[in-house]
């Protein structure tokens, strides 16, 4: 089922997950939606706040970026193909920089058409729990990475805005104060009509 995805302005984007402690059939199904929601909106990664939950779970794919936006994978020391991994599931997981911060361009589903340059570090290791609530670890770099630490990002309800720098944001305000507008005004209407 494809669900909403939450837009900036709404209160659960700025809330920390709560840890899994069971892969549920319920968290499984919500694996399954949060997977049909980010490919029929072309992303490459979405957290459960996206969709309104607060949860320690993210679901990322960045393989149809590969040519244009590589991603590096290592396993065990050893590089390793993305199809090993990916789609990729990632429950309380927990995030370690393992390069210098590089720049690069990235958005979010819930700031349609919002683009701006975030520094991060280049590649990261990763240790989390996946689908089948098994613990696994690994380095990544590029794409893959970035997408990491948006995403789990997102589990701590900090924003790719946070990170912005301020002359970055600076130039793209006007637009977040408008997304901002909208998605209270929506929130507003849909109290009263409860
Ligand atoms: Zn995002």
Redesign the pocket.
């Known amino acids: 089922m494809i669900l909403e995805i939450v837009k900036y302005g709404e209160p659960v984007l700025r809330q920390k997950g709560a840890k899994i402690e069971n892969v549920t059939s319920e968290i499984k199904n919500l694996i399954a939606d949060m997977f049909e929601t980010m490919e029929a909106n072309h992303g490459v990664g979405l957290?459960a706040q996206?969709i309104g939950r607060a949860l320690q779970l993210t679901v990322i794919d960045v393989r149809a970026a590969q040519k244009d936006r590589p991603s590096t994978l290592e396993i065990d020391g050893q590089p390793a193909e993305l199809d090993h991994l990916m789609p990729l599931v990632l429950i309380n997981p927990m995030v370690k920089p393992a390069a210098e911060p590089v720049a690069g361009s990235e958005g979010?589903?819930?700031f349609p058409e919002i683009f701006g340059e975030i520094t991060r570090p280049e590649s990261v290791d990763v240790s989390a729990l996946d689908a089948k609530g098994k613990p696994i670890s690994f380095r990544c770099g590029g794409l893959l990475a970035r997408a990491v630490q948006?995403e789990t990002d997102?589990l701590n309800g900090i924003l790719?805005i946070d990170r912005m720098e301020r002359k970055v944001k600076a130039e793209i305000q006007e637009e977040l104060d408008v997304l901002q507008a909208v998605t209270k005004e929506k929130l507003k209407k849909a109290k009263t009509k409860n």
């Open positions: 957290a996206q979010c589903l819930s948006h997102h790719f």
